[in-house]
């Protein structure tokens, strides 16, 4: 485990306070102006990133990378727990090269590099399927909790974007998310068992809050979600809880989902947990992201 001053510290054996943060939620200059409520809500929604063409581009091809059979079995790949079907295909960047370039375009990366103030790195891609009829949802979480107990991240220094490929309905398993949350850390209880990352990938059980804490926060901070049509993009803070419930519905919800840390914030040994999990969870090359350019080598694998 990291010998780093943990100001964050969570997987304890006893409850403890909820911690107030002290880091900035913004760390640059935010120039784009749907990004202006950033800081006070730990989110930002971009209504139609992608273009219709794009949609339907992007959407055919994760719908390959699922029915690919060259990635049955493969460690990447996460199926739900009950239906059987893909939930998640990790390290997308270096499966697919249209969604590597989508990601290196100042549209995409250069959202994360305003809010985080620096050069960023991929901390981690991948798809999220959530099937009609079977997609399971996520329990309230933060993923700032998880990454830096089981990968070593010091501070939430780091952001999510989620692309949706399919119309984000209220009924479908949409991301709900408590505005402001991001402002409040909250310490886990349990220790992290040893390589226990793919069942939690599959039905997180470690590394999530107690009832009461999300009761708690609940009334502090309310709760909304992200609904919108295909194409639209949710930017949001490490720290931020959010969680979506399973979709029992026949509309599917899928996305690509990309993790940008800033250079400035690299990883170290876990804080709070046996050994880290694998680079195709969380990337142990920092090499910054060249936003806007002909050259892949950095971003997908040889």
Not at 141 to 147: A, K, P, R
């Amino acid at each position: 485990m990291s010998d780093q001053l943990d100001r964050y510290p969570t997987r304890l054996a006893e409850p403890a306070p909820h911690l107030e943060r002290t880091d900035p939620t913004v760390w640059g200059t935010v120039t784009s102006p749907e990004l202006a409520g950033f800081d006070a809500n730990g989110f930002a929604t971009i209504p139609d990133l992608l273009e219709p063409d794009e949609v339907a581009a992007f959407g055919a091809e994760i719908g390959h990378l699922a029915a690919d059979p060259v990635l049955y079995g493969d460690e990447r790949v996460i199926v739900e727990p009950v239906a059987g079907q893909v939930r998640s295909v990790f390290q997308v960047h270096q499966l697919s090269k249209p969604i590597a370039e989508l990601i290196l375009e100042s549209r995409i990366a250069g959202l994360a590099e305003q809010i985080l103030g620096s050069p960023v790195y991929l901390h981690q891609t991948r798809v999220n399927y959530m099937p009609g009829f079977g997609g399971s949802g996520f329990a309230w979480h933060s993923d700032f909790e998880t990454w830096h107990a089981e990968d070593g991240m010091p501070a939430p220094r780091a952001v999510s974007l989620s692309i949706a490929l399919t119309d984000n309905y209220p009924f479908n398993g949409s991301l709900m998310m408590m505005p402001g949350s991001h402002r409040t850390f909250v310490p886990c209880l349990g220790e992290t068992p040893s390589a226990h990352y793919r069942e939690s990938l599959r039905e997180q059980r470690i590394g999530i809050p107690t009832p009461d804490d999300i009761t708690f926060l609940a009334a502090r901070y309310g709760i909304t979600q992200f609904t919108g049509r295909a194409g639209s993009a949710l930017l949001f803070d490490s720290n931020l809880m959010h969680g979506s419930s399973n979709n029992i519905t026949p509309f599917p919800r899928s996305n690509i989902f990309v993790v940008f840390n800033s250079v400035d914030n690299a990883l170290t040994d876990p804080f709070a947990a046996p050994q880290h999990r694998p680079q195709h969870i969380a990337a142990r090359d920092f090499t910054p992201l060249r936003a806007d350019t002909a050259d892949f080598g950095a971003v997908l694998a040889p």
